[in-house]
Each structure stands twice: as C-alpha cells, then as structure tokens.
C-alpha cells in the first residue's frame, strides 16, 4: 500500500482549506489534482481505491477546517450556542440567537441524513477524475445561474443591522432550503459553498449575507464528517502516516482561516461570476486532457 509523503500532505491540505471554503469544490479537486500530475501522486492520493487512507486523510481535515471557521467566527458561535441554550431552557424561539441556532440546525439535516445514506455510493461510483472534472464545469455553469437569476435583496437587508439579525430575521423554509444545497456537494466537483450560496442568493439574500450563512452552515457539517473519519485516521487506513495527518491538518487550517477572511471582505462587492468562468474552464480542460492524453 502506498502511504501518503509530506509533500503530498501539506498541498493537499493547503489546497482543502482553500477549495473548502472557495465555491470551487474541495472534493473534485482533490480528485483532480492527483490525477492530473499523475505518477506516485495518482497512485497515492486516490479517493475510490480500496483500502486507500486518502479518503480518510482528506475527510480528516475537515476537522482542521471547521476548527478555523469556529476560530473566525467565535463570537458568533458564542451567540449561537447561547441562543440555543435558552431555546431549550425556556422552549421557546423568540431571540434572534435562538432562531438562528434552530435555522442552522434544521438547514443541517437534509444533508446529514443523505450523506450517512450515499456518501459511499457517491463517491465510489462517481469520485474518478472524468466525472469530477465534468461536474466542476457543471458547478459553474450553477454559479453562472445563480447570478443571473438571483433576486436582489433589499438594500436595507443589505446595509443595515447586525448581520446574524438579518438571517434570523428569515424563514425557517428559507433555511431549509439553501440548506438542502448542500446534498448537490455529495457529487465530487459540486461546491458545497458554492451550492448554498447561490441558492441563498436565489432566496433574496445579499452575497454578503449568503457568503456568511453558507459558512455558519458549512461549519457543523465539515466537523461532523471529519470526526466519523478521525477512527479510520486511528485504525489500519492510519498506520505510518500520522505525522502526515498533523503536517496536513495545520496546512488546512492555516488555509482555511485565510480564505474565509478574504472571502468575507469579498462578498461584501464582489459575486460568484469569477469562480463560476474557473470552474467551467478547470472542468474543461481538465476533461479533455484526461480524455485526450
């Protein structure tokens, strides 16, 4: 069995932590990446091979990039965890915090379920190189859609208030609905950032506020698919390769922090189109060369 070098850990780790947040696909491209270098790297870092540790590897990191979301956004999670609290103490939903802590849960659960249920047929069925890279192009032609049908929101919505009151201020339909957007994340090359962006945008939300309610989201989801993967990391798939877990994890981590730091100051003017032209482009070329080769 081939095991992971350091090398191979530290990119793929930096390339989670930035692909993780960045509506690119953290996924199809570490499917990818290994493929198109080729060599060692396609034999090492294959996410479908059996008794492969990569898979493992990969969803270990999570814990490393859900960790930099809870470290950036703190203060929130503060208000979050607390509104939840006194949700449960007083049974009521009334404060903003406690109706963002139940919108957050209940966006979480579709895709909670239907990942216990088809992860494995997910990606051992379509987690090969050609189909990751065919819906990378389909994950921007998505991003390309979202923006030209999204509904503006208000500009009040946009400007003013405290921006956790503004997405509580929303429907419990609402959130379930940008958080079923995060079931199309399960296919390799379909951005789970991504996806709940632009159906938050399709919704009514600001690219400021679907940005951040798409991480909020992301959060609870990336921590609890790293943690069922931590016991592999510690059992036989494990084995000789934890150094490369912990070089990977602190790479994801730093990644991940500076990426979601960039992409708040960037919701706040900026759109999708960018990553939407990457994506079609990357999918693309991508195809043809593992078609062409």
């Known amino acids: 069995m081939h095991l992971l070098t350091y090398p191979e850990a530290i990119v793929v780790g930096l390339l989670q932590g930035v692909t993780e947040l960045f509506p690119v696909s953290s996924l199809g491209h570490s499917v990818l990446l290994p ?23 990969v969803v270990g990191l999570h814990v490393a990039t859900a960790l930099a979301l809870l470290v950036f956004f703190w203060r929130d999670w503060l208000r979050i ?21 139940w919108m957050i849960i209940v966006a979480t659960i579709p895709v909670g379920v239907t990942g216990l249920l088809l992860e494995h047929t997910f990606r051992t069925v379509l987690g090969r ?7 990378l ?34 429907s419990f339909a609402r959130a379930l609905q940008i958080g079923c957007a995060q079931i199309l994340a399960l296919l390799p090359g379909i951005s789970r950032s991504g996806a ?3 159906a938050g945008l399709l919704k009514g939300l600001s690219h400021e506020d679907a940005a951040r309610f798409s991480f909020l989201l992301a959060t609870p989801v990336i921590l609890a698919a790293g943690v069922l993967k931590l016991p592999d990391l510690f059992g036989p798939l494990g084995a000789g390769i934890h150094g490369q877990v912990l070089a990977g994890s602190v790479a994801s981590f730093a990644a991940a922090y500076v990426a979601v730091r960039f ?8 759109t999708l189109t960018p990553f939407a032209w990457y994506c079609i482009g990357a999918g693309l070329l991508s195809l043809a060369w593992l078609t062409l080769r």
């Open 129 to 135: 190189p050609a189909p990751a890279a065919a819906f």
């Open 196 to 198: 709940t962006m632009g």
């Open 263 to 270: 992409l708040t100051r960037y919701f706040e003017r900026r």
């Open 137 to 170: 192009a389909v994950n921007g032609i998505v991003l390309l859609g979202a923006e030209r049908l999204r509904r503006a929101a208000p500009a009040a919505d946009r400007t003013t208030g405290d921006p956790d009151d503004r997405l509580a201020s929303g």
């Open 35 to 57: 493929a198109l270098i080729g060599g060692r790297w396609a034999r090492d870092l294959s996410v479908s091979a059996p008794e492969s540790p990569y898979l493992a590897f």
């Open 81 to 101: 965890l607390a509104g939840f609290a006194t949700s449960l103490r007083y049974r009521r939903i009334v404060t903003p915090e406690e109706r963002l802590a």
